[in-house]
């Protein structure tokens, strides 16, 4: 897919850096770099660049920031590779092909970081409305590129540019949300499950909606009929709502946003479950003591919190948080009622969600069985190199009724 060019600039590992890129991972750590030999001052932010091992062999090429920890992120395996506007076009038009044979609509994440070899950048598409974040340096010098090979291999009415994650301060990248191509209206269109919802365009959560519990959603189906259904941290509803639709009983949302609580009551009205659905504003924790204490019992209960641990450091807080979490869900969890929980961590694995729920039961007495495991969608693939990418765990678990 390369032109011929000249060499690119090369960076040297330390002795034995090399091994986790030669089992095919894409990132390198700065303290992993033989500054002596090739020092990183010598870059700018997104430079393209040939990775090479200690004795000189070449592991792949990609682009740099030497003000990052994670310095480099590899895009081929092979040298002197750029990323330019044609090897964009044909990542793109693979992407696409895969979410074209997975989904009848188009509603779904295009693009999913290095899962589909674009490190560094995420697309979700609404119908003909693209919502775009770029969070390296590299992927943000190519930025009229990418725009312009959107346009060109999508034809959308408008594109949100959502650059506004954390991970960019960390590349030294401002933050921002602006429309970038066309109009963009005041709220996007996700269909799933039978069900229309609208949630915010541009002041909504990340880039709008959870398209990755897609598949742990339809789990969701077989245990709503005629239950009494808890959905924590609901937003704008696709948990509870499509409770509802299968035919739950009652559904409790409960969020702490006030506007996400708004969304969710207009998106159950405009389904026709209005009359079964009803919302809760309040830190959740806080909520399910009051549900304990109040002595209410659900036979459905869903968990799928936003990241608990952001940070490598926050580990072993985030984990206790988990457990707790777990642990004040399973006291209002009926005798043989369904928990489906969540962790969108990926620095939480699913042995420890495992692990944590385990604990959460024996600290409240009760006796489950794990009789489902879910994890992301398709159109948000893993790769096999890098277990940061299999990020989402969901455990369904039941409550033994004795």
Known sequence: MSTSRPLLPTIVLRRHEERRLQRGHLWVYSNEVDVKQTPLKGFAPGDPVTVLAQGGQPLGSGYINPHSLICARLISYRRDVVLDRRLLDARLRAALELRESLFDRPSYRLVHGEGDSLPGLVVDRYDDILVVQISTAGIERLRDDLLAALVELLAPRAILLRNDTPLRGLEGLDTAVETVHGTLPETLTVDEGGLRFEVPASDGQKTGWFFDQRPNRDRLIRYAEGRRVLDLFSYVGAWGLRAAAAGANEVL???????????????????GV????????GDVFEVLRKLRDAGERYETVVVDPPALIKRRKDHKAGLEAYRRLNRRALQVLAPGGILLTSSCSYHLSRDELRVALERAARQVDVDLQIIEQGHQGPDHPVHPAIP????LKCLVARRLPA
């Open 253 to 271: 949302c409960v969020d702490s946003s006030a506007p996400a609580l708004a969304r969710l009551e207009a998106n159950a009205t405009a389904n």
């Open 388 to 391: 940061e990418t299999d990020y």
């Open 274 to 281: 209005a009359d079964r659905v009803v919302t809760r504003r």
